[in-house]
């Protein structure tokens, strides 16, 4: 289990519990704080988790997970609760448990650094918090933990993280590769921040989770907009 308590005023995170098993269901608990108080997360706030190899700042990632997204806040202790699936196919590797089914068990545990990144909505650069230790721990592999995941790539990352310019996009509605409502949005987490040039003008577009009413201009519903599967929105921020 991962226990951590993240101050996003002073960046600083202390881990109570810093180890992760290598199964898809591994608990994390995180207490959020503000200046040393128990604070919540806003809708426009997001938390990401990634772990890389020791040392390795540049490195790919091991686990990168919004760790919040199907979290729940627990009131009496003060914070939120969810679970990881630290069962990817790099964690194996790390531990040495390369036939991709954890069924060895004798390898030894690995220390790598944890980072967690908070995410505001209309912000390019996240809060990053200091970098601290957590434990890989090798876990026998269960039947619930099936084909190890595989991490998303950079590309994956950067869609759903920073601005992208979309330069074929010459118009907002009517569907197709070249208007804004025709990039494909299923599957993508929200926030993802687009910048489009529409003759000559620049602006900026925010994806967000909604069933919101739409005006064709601010705010503008995707073709692939389903109110019970795929209920997101287009709008406006600069």
């Known amino acids: 289990m991962l226990q951590l308590a993240f101050d996003r005023s002073t960046r600083a995170v202390v881990p109570t519990t810093g180890s992760i098993k290598s199964s898809a269901r591994e608990a994390i608990k995180l207490s959020l704080l503000d200046n040393g108080v ?9 938390i990401v988790l990634q772990l890389k190899p020791k040392g390795q700042t540049d ?3 091991v686990l990168l ?3 919040l997204e199907t979290a729940q806040y627990v009131t009496l202790s003060k914070r939120y609760e969810a679970e990881l699936n630290a069962f990817t196919s790099p964690i194996l590797t790390l531990l040495g448990l390369n036939d991709e089914n954890g069924a060895n068990d004798a390898k030894a545990p690995v220390v790598v650094d944890g ?3 908070l995410f505001t909505e209309g912000d390019n650069e996240p809060i990053e918090s200091n970098t601290f230790d957590v434990t890989l721990v090798p876990a026998k592999y269960l039947n619930s933990d099936t ?7 950079p590309l994956d990352w950067l869609v759903a993280h920073a601005t992208r310019y979309l330069p074929a996009v010459t118009g907002l509605t009517g569907g197709g590769a070249t208007n804004l409502d025709g ?5 993508l987490s929200v926030p993802v ?3 489009t040039v529409i003759n000559d003008v620049s602006s900026k577009w925010l994806l967000k989770a909604g069933t919101d009413a739409v005006d064709g201009v601010g705010s503008i519903r995707p073709t692939d907009y389903n109110a019970s599967t795929n209920a997101k929105y287009w709008f406006q921020i600069a």
């Open 147 to 153: 084909t190890p995941l595989a991490l998303p790539g």
């Open 59 to 61: 490195g790919d990632c």
């Open 183 to 187: 990039f494909p949005t299923v599957g």
């Open 193 to 195: 921040l687009l910048e």
């Open 38 to 46: 128990a604070a919540t997360l806003s809708d426009a706030e997001a």
């Open 65 to 67: 997970e919004k760790v």
């Open 115 to 117: 980072y967690l990144l």
